[in-house]
């Protein structure tokens, strides 16, 4: 059958770039990963993560009741802390100087992304405000830290998000708040540890809307245009033989920064997507999930700007997620305590042999040392999206505000690429667990 001319010329707008699609026999596993992060969004034990609402809303299936009941949960979890204008909090916009604590970070990334869900959902601006005011307010907070010690108070990553939130919802931003990203991004300070393809993938999405969207003016659109080139080159330079871009879990926003700034080699994009598809069981937990279903629907977080949310095909009914199978028989790991920074009063703190179930995770590790040696192993771990984050080893904090962590290793020096929950380490495995800068 012909098609008529009219069509022919609107298909370039309504397909995803030919070398951005995602191969057709593939389509049954994405529509499982959905099904499963949609499972996973229907537990009402877990807290609601906005960037698992952005995933869902950017997917091209969908069940709108279930979107609809998260949104809800999410609204009502955001209404507590931002229900009131800055103002009668206490603050004026710019003396966010004295308003920030260290035990509390601006929450800059959180809120751009559900700045972002709420737009995916099509809500009207009126009803958001004052999330815009407080979302400009944390971006001030956050650039204060980075003019006093060369870096935000959260991250490069969380104030990436928090500009391309800002940009999806057509808010013009101070200069020098952009500038500071671009600096950062010319002098190459953006990463540290395994996280640079991540950040960088985040600013680059955040230079190219502000380019496209027309929300600053030509000489500054020209250097933003550049540098977000620059970063998709990088990106592309930096890929495996096996396509993969950084690791696993940062593949996916190589892929996003192909896709928002159309440069994407067709050999590139479809090798960083085999990549994914082909490993695709490495993304089991609900944050992993909705970084990768974005790409694998061929679609970008700029793609949330021009969202119009009609006629969404009401397909998808959710799915349960399997728990890791049981190893039968036991292990054992030999758990390691590393503390190399300059205050530390010797090097190593901790090391023995720990007998765990054949298939427990680092996590059964610590509890298992705890167990066996109550006063000597103590460690604390706190909830994040990501599942539980190591702070607290041996009674040592990793402070948040002196930019230290408790860094995951496999001996002698491998990082490992998931957290503490889910890592399952082999038999007879040396892990260490090591205070480190970033
Ligand atoms: C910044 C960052 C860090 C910083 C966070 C500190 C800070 N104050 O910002 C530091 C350097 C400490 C860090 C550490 C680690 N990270 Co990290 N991190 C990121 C990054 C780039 C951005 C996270 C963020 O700000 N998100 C935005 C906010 C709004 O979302 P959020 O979920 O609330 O973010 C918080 C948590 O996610 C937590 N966090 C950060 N990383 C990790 C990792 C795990 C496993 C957990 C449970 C929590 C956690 O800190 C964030 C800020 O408070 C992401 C990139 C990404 N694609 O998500 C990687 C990422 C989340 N990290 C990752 C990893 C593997 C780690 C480590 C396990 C590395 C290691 N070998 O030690 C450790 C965690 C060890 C531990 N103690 O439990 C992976 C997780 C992959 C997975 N399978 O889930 C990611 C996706 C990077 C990647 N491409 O591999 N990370």
Redesign the pocket.
């Known amino acids: 059958m012909r098609l008529p001319l009219v069509l022919l010329l609107l298909l370039p707008a309504v397909l995803p770039a030919r070398c951005c699609g995602v191969p057709e026999g593939s389509a049954g596993a994405v529509r499982a990963l959905g099904a499963r992060l949609l499972g996973l969004a229907g537990d009402p034990t877990r807290d609601p ?3 698992v609402y952005l995933a869902l809303r950017l997917a091209r299936e969908h069940d709108p009741r279930l979107e609809q009941r998260y949104l809800e949960r999410l609204q009502d979890a955001f209404r507590h802390p931002y229900g009131r204008s800055l103002q009668a909090h206490g603050h004026s916009r710019w003396d966010a100087e004295h308003s920030t604590s260290a035990a509390e ?1 601006p ?4 809120l ?2 559900y700045l972002l869900g709420l737009r995916a959902a099509c809500r009207p601006p009126r009803s958001h405000r004052t999330l815009v005011t407080w979302l400009k307010h944390y971006l001030e907070e956050d650039w204060i830290g980075s003019w006093q010690d060369g870096h935000p108070l ?2 490069y ?2 104030y990436g ?1 928090g500009v391309l939130a800002l940009c999806v919802h057509h808010k013009r931003l101070r200069e020098g708040v952009i500038r500071r990203l671009l600096t950062a991004q010319n002098y190459g300070r953006l990463g ?4 640079l ?3 960088g993938a ?1 600013v680059a999405l955040a230079f190219t809307c502000l380019e496209q969207r027309k929300l600053v003016g030509t000489d500054l659109a020209a250097e933003l245009r550049a540098a977000a080139h620059g970063v998709s080159r990088g990106m592309a330079e930096l890929q495996g033989s096996d396509g993969i871009v ?5 593949t ?2 190589a892929l996003q920064v192909f896709l928002a700034t159309g440069t994407c080699q067709e050999s590139e994009f479809s090798r960083g997507m085999a990549a994914l598809l082909e490993n695709l069981e ?4 609900a ?2 999930m909705a ?1 990768v279903l974005p790409v694998l629907h061929g679609r970008s977080y700029l793609d949330i700007a021009s969202m119009q949310c009609r006629e969404e095909p009401d397909t998808l009914t959710p799915l349960d997620t399997e728990p890791p199978a049981e190893v039968p028989g036991n292990k054992t790991v030999q758990l390691v305590v590393e503390c190399p920074l300059p205050w530390c009063y010797e090097l190593r703190l901790y090391d023995r042999p720990v007998p765990v179930p054949a298939s427990a995770s680092v996590l059964g590790v610590l509890q298992a040392a705890a167990a066996l040696e109550p006063h000597v192993f103590k460690f604390h ?1 706190q909830d ?8 607290q080893v041996l009674g040592l904090e ?1 402070r ?1 505000e002196k ?7 496999r001996a002698p020096d491998t ?9 399952r380490p082999e038999d007879g495995e040396t892990l260490i ?2 205070l ?1 800068e ?1």
């Open positions: 993560d906005p960037a970070p929450q800059t990334g959180r751009a992304l959260t991250s990553y969380q998000l540290h540890h395994g996280s393809v991540d950040t985040v950084g690791n696993i879990y940062s996916p926003w490495a993304f089991g937990t944050a992993t970084q771990a994040t999206p990501h599942g539980p984050f190591l702070t990793a948040r930019r230290n962590y408790w860094r995951l290793l990082p490992l690429q998931m957290g503490i929950a889910d890592y667990l090591r480190s970033w």
